[in-house]
Nanobody
Framework: VQLQASGGGLVQAGGSSRLSCAASGRTFSGFAVGWFRQAPGKEREFVAS????????YYADSVKGRFTISRDNAKNTVNLQMNNLKPEDTAVYYCAVVNPATMRQKYFGSWGQGTQVTVSS
């Protein structure tokens, strides 16, 4: 299944943004899905993930309390609501199917193009 992230842009510090992840080719309603990000010069890192049924969510410590992941299996989408954004949140954000055993590692499929989020101070 190929996932595509969208919704990024330029936001001021303290502002909000909402990212969406859509699947093409097939439904991802039976899969856990996660968000990851990669800042310039840094390794890609885990941000948040959600179980296939939406009942369980997981967050990196750096975004806990500010970001909220959700999913709508009827619409085949997973969203990431980002509030109180900080300059250090600036990165390219990607979504991917995650390993249900860890909920923090990409399981299969390519990364896709990602979507840029830039937070200005």
């Amino acid at each position: 299944v190929q996932l595509q992230a969208s919704g990024g842009g330029l936001v001021q510090a303290g502002g909000s943004s909402r990212l969406s992840c859509a699947a093409s080719g097939r439904t991802f309603s039976g899969f856990a899905v996660g968000w990851f990000r990669q800042a310039p010069g840094k390794e890609r890192e885990f941000v948040a993930s959600i179980s296939w049924d939406g009942r369980s969510t997981y967050y990196a410590d750096s975004v806990k309390g500010r970001f909220t992941i959700s999913r709508d299996n009827a619409k085949n989408t997973v969203n990431l609501q980002m509030n109180n954004l900080k300059p250090e949140d600036t990165a390219v954000y990607y979504c991917a199917v995650v390993n249900p055993a860890t909920m923090r590692q990409k399981y299969f499929g390519s990364w896709g193009q990602g979507t840029q989020v830039t937070v200005s101070s």
